[in-house]
């Protein structure tokens, strides 16, 4: 769950889960559960300068938040919990939109596949899932849109953190964009001779 989770930021390149597990045993916070890096959809060897671990308990999640910038700068630049990363949470936890039945499934394996999404979700009535892929490698982005029958089946998918594919544990943000596998939505334009039959 998020409450178990910290935000790592400004990971140095060279860093690894092996490295990361290392250095929270060295400050004596052993029971991590998982180390998720996130990297570049072109290159699953480029990270990203961030990531997320999980612990088995709240206090070591607050031991964690609790290390000095002395102890961390060399492998991580800052780790905040998920209550202290307001930007993140605002993300994560926001108000549903009213009428709102797809949520963005993020942090799935690159390999993974609709019918994984599918099957992941299906006691909440799940209607369709895209999964946003490169336009040009077609590797997964590692998220996915998910569109429900209803705004109440979105509610009750969003809300369910034991959510795992592949074993890794995803998390939701609600999505009241086109369910095709890309964020943004492109302005219509008025074309020259739509304004000359205006004018």
């Known amino acids: 769950s998020m409450e178990h989770t910290v935000i790592l930021k400004g990971l140095a390149l060279d860093a690894t889960e092996k490295s990361i597990k290392a250095f929270f045993t060295s400050n004596k916070i052993e029971n991590i559960l998982e180390i998720r890096l996130f990297r570049r959809d072109s290159d699953r060897t480029d990270l990203k300068n961030s990531g997320q671990v999980v612990?088995?308990?709240?206090?070591?999640?607050?031991?964690?938040?609790?290390?000095?910038?002395?102890?961390?700068?060399?492998?991580?630049?800052?780790?905040?919990?998920?209550?202290?990363?307001k930007i993140l949470?605002?993300?994560?936890?926001?108000?549903?939109?009213?009428?709102?039945?797809?949520?963005?499934v993020n942090s799935i394996p690159y390999h993974c596949s609709n019918q994984e999404v599918l099957n992941a979700y299906q006691k909440y009535k799940i209607v369709s899932v895209k999964i946003a892929r490169n336009r040009q490698t077609h590797r997964c982005k590692t998220f996915a849109h998910a569109e429900f029958k209803t705004p109440?089946?979105?509610?009750?998918?969003?809300?369910?953190?034991?959510?795992?594919?592949?074993?890794?544990?995803?998390?939701?943000?609600?999505?009241?964009?086109?369910?095709?596998?890309?964020?943004?939505?492109?302005?219509?334009?008025?074309?020259?001779?739509?304004?000359?039959?205006?004018?």
């Open 152 to 199: 109440e089946d979105a509610k009750a998918a969003f809300s369910d953190t034991s959510i795992k594919i592949h074993g890794r544990s995803v998390f939701c943000k609600y999505d009241v964009g086109p369910a095709d596998g890309h964020r943004r939505k492109i302005p219509k334009t008025t074309t020259a001779k739509k304004r000359k039959r205006e004018e």
């Open 55 to 85: 612990f088995d308990s709240v206090d070591s999640v607050k031991k964690a938040v609790k290390l000095t910038k002395e102890k961390t700068a060399a492998i991580i630049a800052n780790i905040r919990s998920c209550d202290d990363n």
């Open 89 to 104: 949470v605002g993300k994560i936890f926001a108000e549903q939109p009213k009428g709102c039945k797809t949520i963005s």
